[in-house]
Antibody, heavy 115, light 107 residues
Framework: QVQLVQSGPEVKKPGASVKVSCKAF????????ITWVRQAPGQGLEWMGR????????HYAQKLQGRVTLTTDTSTNTAYMDLKSLKSDDTAVYYC??????????WGPGTLVTV | SHELAQPPSVSVSPGQTVSITCSGD??????VSWYQQKPNQSPLLVIY???KRPSGIPERFSGSSSGNTVTLTISGTQTMDEADYYC??????????FGPGTKVTVL
């Protein structure tokens, strides 16, 4: 069955970088986009960006342009989200999700990043 | 950027029907999906392309669209439906946009 498994919680100092992984199981990884969404404590969902697992084409939220980098490794079916120059308001749960036509059908369990 | 509006909260009695609206400029030209999120859980897709229900989602969840407003309706609401609900679409640059969320309380 389809599963997205994310890396564990991270604690970082302001100005540092964090890299969160999302390993996909149960489907052909390169047939879908992976999207990253974050949720600050007690807040709503924020779309961060997406990457084509096929060709690596990316699209980032304007707010995060220049600080976020999405990549994939098709040899391990893993997507990565790299966020640099961390600030306290980057403290959030970071989710990866598989994009299908019309929505995001499978989500990872989330990774808490504390700055 | 594209902004979506949702009511912050709604309440419903068990067995009754509740509707949650999501509105935005030119929303009628875009597809909207809806996500349910319970505390400490990942979001769950309950409606996509305005009206379609993924497999495994109960029939009591339905979606509709009229003009620049889309609506998620839960018929025969159960206590397990208590959660936050988010609408989502894409803006003109294909960036994703989420609504602010609506807390559904079943009491």
């Amino acid at each position: 069955q389809v599963q997205l498994v994310q890396s564990g919680p991270e604690v970082k100092k302001p100005g540092a970088s964090v890299k969160v992984s999302c390993k996909a199981f149960g489907y052909t990884f390169t047939n879908y986009y992976i999207t990253w969404v974050r949720q600050a404590p007690g807040q709503g969902l924020e779309w961060m960006g997406r990457i084509s697992a096929d060709n690596g084409n990316t699209h980032y939220a304007q707010k995060l342009q220049g600080r976020v980098t999405l990549t994939t490794d098709t040899s391990t079916n893993t997507a990565y989200m790299d966020l640099k120059s961390l600030k306290s308001d980057d403290t959030a749960v970071y989710y990866c999700a598989r994009r299908v036509v019309g929505g995001y059908d499978y989500w990872g369990p989330g990774t808490l990043v504390t700055v | 950027s594209h902004e979506l509006a949702q009511p912050p909260s709604v309440s419903v009695s068990p067995g009754q029907t509740v509707s949650i609206t999501c509105s935005g400029d030119n929303l009628g030209d875009k597809y909207v999906s809806w996500y349910q999120q319970k505390p400490n859980q990942s979001p769950l897709l309950v409606i996509y392309q305005d009206t379609k229900r993924p497999s495994g989602i109960p029939e009591r969840f339905s979606g509709s669209s009229s003009g620049n407003t889309v609506t998620l309706t839960i018929s025969g609401t159960q206590t397990m439906d208590e959660a936050d609900y988010y609408c989502q679409t894409w803006d003109s640059t294909s960036a994703g946009v989420f609504g602010p969320g609506t807390k559904v309380t079943v009491l």
